[in-house]
Structures are given as structure tokens and as C-alpha cells.
T-cell receptor
Framework: DTAVSQTPKYLVTQMGNDKSIKCEQNLGHDTMYWYKQDSKKFLKIMFSYNNKELIINETVPNRFSPKSPDKAHLNLHINSLELGDSAVYFC?????????????FGPGTRLTVT | QKEVEQDPGPLSVPEGAIVSLNCTYSNSAFQYFMWYRQYSRKGPELLMYTYSSGNKEDGRFTAQVDKSSKYISLFIRDSQPSDSATYLCAMSESYQFYFGTGTSLTVIP
């Protein structure tokens, strides 16, 4: 069974559209994350979230919003997509909520904005 | 200055060689240190995870942390073609995670 799964795997859309990427983890972890990996392979955290706290990277535009219907899911909603949003987006989860520890990543969603 | 610095390579070695991958960091508050392996078009996979200074060994992999120098290393012994991937160092404190840019490694049979 896949530990951290994301859908869709590929997403091609036009500028100005709104899209969502879904993430689910079956590891029973308390904390989930969204990362953006650009064309130079640089991985940058966007959000971390558990049932108590959402921490937002201050550089993330407010067009991006995480939504968590329950502990096992953290979806990423993006409004008014821009060309610069093209990247691979990774969801991750970690077991503990009180501090930092190892993370387990999903397979990624490759977003292309035309 | 970036929080984490990592030489992007690329690094190319013959099969069986010992590989040394390194990262430096500037934030002395970092407490957790990790190495990830990322194959092309896949998500990063956790290889090693350490909390304190010193060495940690797992099979052919050894992670080394020197907090006084703000320097971490990953050694791969008896490298195999299947080790060809991008290796990312990462470090964290509280909920803040910072990744290096990754080092691309190719092991030639």
C-alpha cells in the first residue's frame, strides 16, 4: 500500500484557472506538509499542518491554500494560476506533532501552467 | 546566505567507489539532520536521520554530523549503479525544514 499518495500525478492547465491537488497518508501521522520543487530541483516548504496548527511559509502567495478535511488528508488549492506556479508539488507527512522529525514524501504532482 | 548549502555536482564515480556528499548550514538551532535520495520523477525517499553530532551507520550508508562546524556528510561505500540519483540533505528545527539543492550522483558500471 502506498504510504503517501497524491492525485493527480500530472496537471496541465491554463493561466487564471483554479485547481486542487489531493494528498492522503495512511501512516497515521500527525503532521502533513506541502512542498514545491522548481526546475532546478530546489525543494521548498510551503505549509506544515497538524490538527492544532497551520504554519505558512511567508513567501507563499495567498493564492495557495491548504485544506484538511481530516487528519489523513491535506489538499492544496491554488487560485488564479500563474506561469511561475509550474513545478512539481510534493506532499509529505511525519509522525510527530511536537517538533521536527523525518518526513515521508508522496510521488509528486507535476503542474504545468500554459 | 542560504540556510543550507550543498554542491549540486554532478558527481560521477565508478562502481565500487566510496562517495562523499556534504552540506553546510548556517543556523545553529538546527537539531535534526536528514539525507534523502530522489530518483528521477519520484518523490524524495528518506535514507538517514540523525539528531545529534556523531556518526550513524545503516548498511552501506554512514551519516556524519559535526554541529561545531555546521557540517554534515553522507558516505556511500561500495557504490552501485542503483545509487545513481540526486541526494538531498535536509535539516530542521520546530516545523521549519530546509533542504539543500541536491547533489546529482551517477555510478558508472
Amino acid at each position: 500500500d502506498t504510504a503517501v499518495s497524491q492525485t493527480p500525478k500530472y496537471l496541465v492547465t491554463q493561466m487564471g484557472n483554479d485547481k486542487s491537488i489531493k494528498c492522503e497518508q495512511n501512516l497515521g501521522h500527525d503532521t502533513m506538509y506541502w512542498y514545491k520543487q522548481d526546475s532546478k530541483k530546489f525543494l521548498k516548504i510551503m505549509f506544515s499542518y497538524n490538527n492544532k496548527e497551520l504554519i505558512i511559509n511567508e513567501t507563499v502567495p495567498n493564492r495557495f491554500s491548504p485544506k484538511s478535511p481530516d487528519k489523513a488528508h491535506l489538499n492544496l488549492h491554488i487560485n488564479s494560476l500563474e506561469l511561475g506556479d509550474s513545478a512539481v508539488y510534493f506532499c509529505a507527512s511525519s509522525p510527530h506533532s511536537g517538533g521536527a522529525d523525518e518526513q515521508y514524501f508522496g510521488p509528486g504532482t507535476r503542474l504545468t501552467v500554459t | 546566505q542560504k540556510e543550507v548549502e550543498q554542491d549540486p555536482g554532478p558527481l560521477s564515480v565508478p562502481e565500487g567507489a566510496i562517495v562523499s556528499l556534504n552540506c553546510t548550514y548556517s543556523n545553529s538551532a538546527f537539531q535534526y539532520f536528514m539525507w534523502y535520495r530522489q530518483y528521477s520523477r519520484k518523490g524524495p525517499e528518506l535514507l538517514m536521520y540523525t539528531y545529534s553530532s556523531g556518526n550513524k551507520e545503516d548498511g552501506r550508508f554512514t551519516a556524519q554530523v559535526d554541529k561545531s562546524s555546521k557540517y554534515i556528510s553522507l558516505f556511500i561505500r561500495d557504490s552501485q549503479p542503483s545509487d545513481s540519483a540526486t541526494y538531498l540533505c535536509a535539516m530542521s528545527e520546530s516545523y521549519q525544514f530546509y533542504f539543500g539543492t541536491g547533489t546529482s550522483l551517477t555510478v558508472i558500471p
